[in-house]
C-alpha cells in the first residue's frame, strides 16, 4: 500500500530484466525496496533480451517480452526497437559517424543538432516521446541508465528537464579502451551530465572522469554496488557435486560471467586457460553469459595446440539462469573478471559471496574493487601470460587462494549489499525531492 507521502519514480533504461547484467540487477533491486517502502516504480525500457538485439531482430523463435507487464510490483512499459535499412550494417555506420562529428570542431549550434539527430538510431524506439509525454507527468523523480545509448539517454534527460522533473544520471560509463570511452563522452552526452540533478558515478574514476568533462563537482555521488548476502538458491555439496558431473569438470575450474567478448577479457582468459594446459596442468574453464557465438568463432581460429587442450576444458554454457550461475560460482576454485569495461563488476561480490579468490583486470573500476594480495589479484588487461600466471597462482597456493576468497567474502557483507546501496540511492533522491510538489 502506498503512503500519502509516496514517490512516483520512472527508471528509462535500455534493457531490464529478462536481460542479463548488472546495471539490470542494481536497477531491480533498488525498484524492489522502493516499493517495500510504499512507493511506485514504472520502467520505460526496450524489447531487447541480449545485446545483438539492439542492432537485428532475434531469432524467429526467441519472441520479445511483452510490451506491458508488472514483474514483482514493478510496472514495466517496454517500447518495441525498429530495424532500419539496412539493418545491421546501419547500427555500426551511424556510431562511426556520431563519433568522427563529435570529434570534428564545429560550432555547438551546428553539432548538437546533428548528434541529436544521429542519436534517434541509439537505440530506434518509435514512440519514445509520446511515452515520456504520457509518463513524465505522472512521475516525481526520474534515473536514467546507460549513457552509451544516447539516444533514450539525452532524450529523456531533456524531457524530463523540461517538464521541471529531478533527473538521477547513471551513465555507467567505461573507462578501458579510449575507442570505447568514446560512447559516453559526446557533446550531446556531456550536455545530459551538466544538467542533471545528480550524476552517479560507481567509481572515484568515474567521477574523476565526469569533473574533467565540465560536470559540477558538487551533483557527482560515488554509489557502490551490491549483492543479496543470502542468494534465493544456495548450492548445496551434492548440487555442486551434481554440476561438476554433468559438465565433465574433473579438474579445478575457473570461472567466468558475463558478455563473450575482447573488451570483458573472455578471449584472452581462453587463451590464458589454453597455456595452462600446454603447460601441463588440467585446469577447466566454465563461461557464462550472452554472445557465445562470437568466442566460438574465436576458439575455431586458435592455433590447433589450443584447441587440442581446450576440447573437453572449455564449457561455454552461454546465459544461464541463477541456479545455473550460482552452482557455477560454487563449483569453481577461481573467479576471473579479465574486462576492460567494467564501470564496477557486481560479479566480483558473487564470487566472493562464495568465499572464492578473484582475478580481475586493472581497468575501470575493478581496481577501486580488488586488493591486491588481500582479496584478489589484478593483471594488465589483454596479457596472456600475466593472466595464466595469476590463474596459476592461486590454483597451485590454496591457502592463499582460501585467504583472498575468505577476505572478499568479509568484504561484502560488510560494504556491498543492495540494502546499503539504497541507503546511499535514497540520500542522493531526498535532497532533490525536497520541496518539490508531488505529482
Same mark, same amino acid.
Given at each position: 500500500?502506498?503512503?500519502p507521502?509516496?514517490?512516483?519514480?520512472?527508471?528509462?533504461?535500455?534493457?531490464?530484466?529478462p536481460? @542479463?547484467?548488472?546495471?539490470?540487477?542494481? !536497477?531491480?533491486?533498488?525498484?524492489?525496496r522502493?516499493?517495500?517502502?510504499?512507493?511506485?516504480?514504472?520502467?520505460?525500457?526496450?524489447?531487447?533480451?541480449?545485446?545483438p538485439?539492439?542492432?537485428?531482430?532475434?531469432?524467429?523463435?526467441s519472441?520479445?517480452?511483452?510490451?506491458?507487464?508488472?514483474r514483482?510490483?514493478?510496472? #514495466?512499459?517496454?517500447?518495441? #526497437?525498429?530495424?532500419?535499412?539496412p539493418?545491421?550494417?546501419?547500427?555500426?555506420?551511424?556510431?562511426?559517424?556520431?563519433?568522427r562529428?563529435?570529434?570534428?570542431?564545429?560550432?555547438?549550434? @551546428? !553539432?548538437?543538432?546533428?548528434?541529436t539527430?544521429?542519436?534517434?538510431?541509439?537505440?530506434?524506439?518509435p514512440?519514445?516521446? !509520446?511515452?515520456l509525454?504520457?509518463?513524465?507527468?505522472? &512521475?516525481?523523480?526520474?534515473? #536514467?541508465?546507460?549513457?552509451?545509448?544516447d *539516444?533514450?539517454?539525452?532524450?529523456?534527460?531533456?524531457?524530463?528537464?523540461?517538464?521541471?522533473?529531478? &533527473?538521477?544520471?547513471?551513465?555507467?560509463?567505461?573507462?578501458?579502451?579510449?575507442?570505447?570511452?568514446?560512447h559516453?563522452t559526446?557533446?550531446?552526452q556531456?550536455?545530459?551530465?551538466?544538467?542533471?540533478q545528480?550524476?552517479v558515478?560507481?567509481?572515484?574514476?568515474?567521477?574523476?572522469?565526469? @569533473?574533467?568533462?565540465?560536470?559540477?563537482?558538487?551533483? /557527482?555521488?560515488?554509489? +557502490?554496488?551490491g =549483492?543479496e548476502?543470502?542468494?534465493?538458491?544456495?548450492?548445496r555439496?551434492?548440487?555442486?557435486?551434481?554440476f561438476?558431473?554433468e559438465? %565433465?569438470?574433473?579438474?579445478?575450474?575457473?570461472?567466468?560471467?558475463? +558478455?563473450?567478448?575482447?573488451?570483458? %577479457?573472455?578471449?584472452?582468459?581462453?587463451?590464458?586457460? +589454453?597455456?595452462?594446459? /600446454?603447460?601441463?596442468?588440467?585446469?577447466?574453464?566454465?563461461?557464462? %553469459?550472452?554472445?557465445a557465438?562470437?568466442?566460438?568463432?574465436?576458439v $575455431? %581460429?586458435?592455433p590447433?595446440?589450443?584447441?587440442?587442450?581446450?576440447?573437453?576444458?572449455?564449457? /561455454?554454457?552461454?546465459?544461464?539462469?541463477?541456479?545455473?550461475?550460482?552452482?557455477?560460482l560454487a563449483?569453481c576454485?577461481?573467479f576471473?573478471?579479465?574486462?576492460?569495461?567494467?564501470?564496477f563488476? /557486481?560479479?566480483l561480490?558473487?564470487?566472493?559471496?562464495?568465499?572464492k579468490?578473484?582475478?580481475?583486470? +586493472? $581497468?575501470?573500476?575493478?581496481?577501486?574493487?580488488v586488493?591486491?594480495?588481500?582479496?584478489?589479484?589484478? =593483471?594488465?588487461f589483454?596479457?596472456?601470460?600475466?593472466?595464466?600466471?595469476?590463474l *596459476?597462482?592461486?590454483?597451485?597456493?590454496q591457502?592463499?587462494?582460501?585467504?583472498?576468497?575468505?577476505?572478499?567474502?568479509?568484504?561484502?557483507?560488510?560494504r556491498?549489499?543492495w540494502?546499503?546501496t539504497?541507503?546511499?540511492?535514497r540520500? #542522493?533522491?531526498?535532497?532533490?525531492?525536497?520541496?518539490?510538489?508531488?505529482?
Amino acid at each position: 500500500m502506498t503512503r500519502p507521502d509516496s514517490l512516483h519514480v520512472l527508471f528509462v533504461t535500455p534493457s531490464f530484466v529478462p536481460f @542479463i547484467g548488472g546495471a539490470q540487477a542494481f !536497477q531491480l533491486a533498488m525498484a524492489q525496496r522502493l516499493l517495500a517502502d510504499g512507493h511506485q516504480v514504472t520502467v520505460l525500457t526496450s524489447t531487447a533480451r541480449s545485446a545483438p538485439d539492439f542492432w537485428q531482430p532475434p531469432p524467429a523463435d526467441s519472441p520479445p517480452p511483452p510490451l506491458r507487464e508488472t514483474r514483482q510490483g514493478v510496472q #514495466i512499459q517496454r517500447l518495441a #526497437i525498429a530495424y532500419p535499412r539496412p539493418a545491421p550494417l546501419l547500427f555500426g555506420l551511424a556510431r562511426r559517424v556520431s563519433h568522427r562529428l563529435a570529434g570534428l570542431p564545429l560550432p555547438a549550434a @551546428i !553539432q548538437l543538432p546533428l548528434l541529436t539527430g544521429l542519436a534517434r538510431l541509439m537505440p530506434p524506439l518509435p514512440g519514445l516521446k !509520446q511515452a515520456l509525454d504520457a509518463l513524465l507527468p505522472q &512521475v516525481d523523480l526520474v534515473q #536514467i541508465t546507460d549513457a552509451s545509448w544516447d *539516444g533514450l539517454f539525452t532524450v529523456t534527460a531533456r524531457m524530463a528537464r523540461d517538464r521541471g522533473k529531478p &533527473v538521477v544520471a547513471v551513465p555507467l560509463m567505461h573507462l578501458g579502451d579510449p575507442a570505447v570511452t568514446a560512447h559516453f563522452t559526446m557533446p550531446h552526452q556531456r550536455q545530459a551530465y551538466w544538467q542533471a540533478q545528480a550524476l552517479v558515478a560507481l567509481s572515484r574514476q568515474e567521477a574523476r572522469a565526469f @569533473i574533467q568533462l565540465g560536470a559540477e563537482q558538487g551533483r /557527482i555521488h560515488v554509489l +557502490a554496488m551490491g =549483492v543479496e548476502p543470502r542468494p534465493a538458491f544456495q548450492p548445496r555439496p551434492q548440487d555442486v557435486a551434481s554440476f561438476r558431473r554433468e559438465h %565433465g569438470l574433473t579438474g579445478p575450474v575457473v570461472a567466468f560471467l558475463g +558478455a563473450n567478448t575482447y573488451d570483458k %577479457g573472455a578471449f584472452t582468459l581462453v587463451q590464458a586457460v +589454453a597455456r595452462l594446459n /600446454i603447460g601441463g596442468e588440467n585446469v577447466h574453464l566454465v563461461m557464462a %553469459g550472452p554472445q557465445a557465438d562470437g568466442l566460438r568463432r574465436f576458439v $575455431a %581460429g586458435l592455433p590447433a595446440e589450443s584447441q587440442a587442450v581446450l576440447a573437453d576444458r572449455l564449457h /561455454i554454457l552461454g546465459p544461464v539462469d541463477e541456479r545455473t550461475k550460482q552452482l557455477l560460482l560454487a563449483s569453481c576454485q577461481v573467479f576471473a573478471l579479465p574486462s576492460q569495461v567494467d564501470t564496477f563488476g /557486481i560479479v566480483l561480490l558473487e564470487a566472493w559471496l562464495h568465499g572464492k579468490p578473484v582475478v580481475a583486470a +586493472a $581497468a575501470g573500476g575493478l581496481p577501486e574493487l580488488v586488493q591486491p594480495g588481500e582479496t584478489g589479484l589484478l =593483471v594488465p588487461f589483454g596479457q596472456e601470460e600475466a593472466l595464466a600466471a595469476a590463474l *596459476g597462482t592461486l590454483l597451485r597456493d590454496q591457502e592463499q587462494a582460501q585467504r583472498l576468497g575468505g577476505a572478499g567474502r568479509q568484504q561484502v557483507l560488510a560494504r556491498f549489499t543492495w540494502d546499503r546501496t539504497y541507503a546511499q540511492l535514497r540520500a #542522493i533522491y531526498d535532497p532533490l525531492l525536497a520541496g518539490t510538489p508531488r505529482s
